[in-house]
């Protein structure tokens, strides 16, 4: 463990002096996992007390932990428990072979190489870059995972594939992977140039007819290459919660947050950049600050209604970014989760207090600035009329909005299926909110996941979004995808989706009209943890699942004993077996 504690070290120290922030903070993460007291007594005794082997010690006292983290009401702590799976392998490895790396050494040179493998860990990730891996194929994983984020902000694509088995005989194969539209090509006759590079991108982008500008989401802004602004309109979503979640101890102060807007700010070389006020809550917690008793983080204290208890962290927040902007002429700032007139007149308040006390201490800051709000509670379409002229423009976060609007956590997965962007009703819920907005000639932007989907592309133009806001790294295909698309088409395609009654419908249309998309499939990571019932289908958590089924040398996980016993019968009687459990941790 000690000497994995010290590889760990040294790689953090490593990403740190590479300017790598998030990957380090995620293996700071293990560093403290493995400096646990806890976990460490727990080892000795197991070792001392019941004799048993380091290997089944190790695996013992992680096992608990990982059962108290897959316990968690919280989506976000729950996948650490893939942070505990990645440390287990990591020593296992050592302790077997002196070897810690993820990535198997069967092939004497990674670089240029796609790596499968059934689950993307942390460790796995840090060995790819090192080693000059362009890709992953999986068949586990999922979108909050700490080996999702490194893979998205190092641009490593990630591909799942339903199974891993038509691939494992393929060591050395030449294949395709096309991680945006969920393409996997073995042996393709002719090598096809999947990176479209962003400046070529852009230069397409630029002489489309379609009115749609395309802009950039920032989740770091001391990782952001502003270089690739340049087939940007300017960055459409500055998440601050990441400076906020890197501090353990305390909130930033102003002067620190001062200092990472100011440079962020002077990189952007004058172009927009909206800064969405910091919206901690819901799967966004801080270690050292409680947000009390909450059955549901997501329906509890969010953005500005922690402010009504501490309004000073909006305050300090708005002064650092006045500061940051007073020589940036195009500052937006865009206020997250404000359901309705009554939300907005409270943060105008705190606003107005924060210019205040800049005049009051003599701070040089940017007085002129345009100020949006966030749609991303159903609450906030109904109350549009009376916002509207308080604000300059407006944000869709479809993600939220999605999940309110069905009441469908997205990161469930058994109602996953209930969680579908091509929902009739959200459609048209889409179109109230263009409408209204261009009837008070309010510019609109879309943000979310749907954003940079190209199955739905077209559909999202021809509702009249003028605006979106993708990842820096789904820029070239988004470019693309509306390279070929016609406005005309696009407006026929979105009518005939409104009229549509079910979801079923809507995505028939769609698959009607593929030549207008040119896409078939996303490759998103799913999200939750999966091992499916052989018998109802059903997901369950296999790590806590009280029926289990060894058979055939195959683990089987159910989500009842009617189901257990059902599949007990059918395989006594030779019946076929339905389908086989996969786990996905």
Same mark, same amino acid.
């Given at each position: 463990m000690k000497e994995v504690l010290s590889e760990l070290e040294l790689a953090t120290e490593f990403l740190q002096k590479q300017e790598y922030k998030v990957e380090a903070a995620i293996l700071q993460a293990h560093v403290l996992l493995l400096r646990d007291e806890e976990l460490l007594d727990r080892v000795r005794n197991s070792i001392l007390v019941s004799n048993l082997t380091a290997e089944d010690a190790l695996e013992s006292a992680m096992e608990r932990m990982t059962l108290a983290l897959k316990s968690s009401e919280s989506a976000l702590l729950a996948e650490r428990a893939a942070d505990l799976k990645d440390l287990r392998l990591r020593i296992g490895m050592k302790l077997a072979e002196g070897?810690?790396?993820?990535?198997?050494?069967?092939?004497?040179?990674?670089?240029?190489?796609?790596?499968?493998?059934?689950?993307?860990?942390?460790?796995?990730?840090?060995?790819a870059s090192k080693a000059g891996v362009r890709g992953f194929v999986v068949d586990r994983g999922t979108q909050l995972s700490h080996a999702a984020i490194m893979a998205r902000s190092l641009g490593i694509?990630?591909?799942?594939?339903?199974?891993? !088995? /038509?691939?494992?005989?393929?060591?050395?194969?030449?294949?395709? +992977? =096309?991680?945006v539209n969920g393409r996997l090509v073995l042996e393709p006759l002719e090598r096809l140039e999947t990176e479209l590079p962003i400046r070529s991108s852009f230069k397409a982008h630029a002489h489309l007819l379609l009115p749609v500008r395309i802009w950039v989401n920032v989740d770091d802004a001391e990782q952001f290459d502003s270089d690739l602004?340049?087939?940007?309109?300017?960055?459409?979503?500055?998440?601050?919660e990441s400076l906020f979640m890197k501090k353990q101890q305390d909130f930033p102060t102003e002067?620190?947050?001062?200092?990472?807007?100011?440079?962020?700010? !002077? /990189?952007?070389?004058?172009?927009?950049?909206?800064?969405?006020? +910091? =919206?901690?809550?819901?799967?966004?917690?801080?270690?050292?600050?409680?947000?009390?008793?909450?059955?549901?983080?997501?329906?509890?204290l969010r953005a500005h209604r922690i402010y009504r208890f501490h309004p000073e962290l909006f305050i300090t927040q708005l002064r650092a970014i006045l500061r940051a902007a007073a020589e940036m002429p195009a500052l937006r700032l865009l206020f997250p989760m404000i359901e309705g007139l009554d939300e907005l007149l409270f943060i105008e308040e705190l606003a107005q207090e924060a210019r205040q006390s800049l005049r009051r201490d003599g701070c040089v800051f940017q007085e002129s600035y345009q100020s949006g709000i966030l749609v991303e509670v159903p609450a906030t379409v109904w109350n549009l009329q009376a916002l509207l002229p308080h604000v300059d423009f407006l944000s869709i976060g479809t993600n939220d909005l999605l999940q309110y609007f069905l009441a469908a956590d997205r990161n469930n997965a058994n109602v996953r299926g209930s969680y579908q962007p091509e929902n009739p009703g959200f459609l048209r819920m889409l179109k109230l909110i263009v409408d209204t907005a261009k009837a008070?000639?309010?510019?609109?932007?879309?943000?979310?996941?749907?954003?940079?989907?190209?199955?739905?592309?077209?559909?999202?133009?021809?509702?009249?979004?003028e605006n979106l806001s993708v990842g820096i790294h789904a820029l070239p295909q988004v470019s693309q995808s509306l390279s070929v698309l016609a406005v005309d088409s696009c407006r026929l395609l979105a009518q005939e989706c409104l009229g549509a009654s079910t979801t079923a419908e809507v995505r028939k249309i769609l698959a009607g009209a593929a030549p207008l998309l040119g896409v078939s499939e996303s490759s998103l990571l799913s999200s939750g943890f999966e091992a499916m019932d052989p018998v109802c289908g059903m997901v369950v958590e296999a790590k806590d699942c009280p029926y289990a089924l060894t058979w055939s040398d195959q683990q089987y996980f159910f989500c009842s004993r009617q189901c257990?016993?059902?599949?007990?019968?059918?395989c006594h009687h030779g019946q076929a077996v339905l389908s086989r459990a996969q786990g996905r941790y």
């Open positions: 070897a810690a790396d993820a990535i198997s050494p069967g092939v004497a040179d990674w670089n240029q190489a796609v790596v499968a493998m059934e689950e993307l860990l942390p460790s796995s990730v840090l060995a694509p990630v591909l799942k594939i339903a199974s891993l !088995s /038509r691939i494992e005989h393929k060591t050395g194969a030449e294949v395709l +992977v =096309d991680a602004l340049e087939a940007a309109s300017g960055i459409g979503l500055y998440r601050t002067q620190e947050q001062m200092r990472v807007y100011s440079d962020l700010f !002077s /990189r952007c070389r004058g172009l927009p950049v909206t800064v969405r006020t +910091v =919206d901690i809550g819901g799967d966004k917690q801080l270690e050292h600050f409680s947000l009390g008793p909450q059955a549901n983080p997501y329906l509890g008070h000639d309010k510019p609109l932007m879309l943000c979310g996941e749907i954003a940079a989907d190209p199955d739905l592309l077209a559909l999202l133009v021809g509702l009249g979004i257990l016993n059902s599949f007990i019968a059918k």
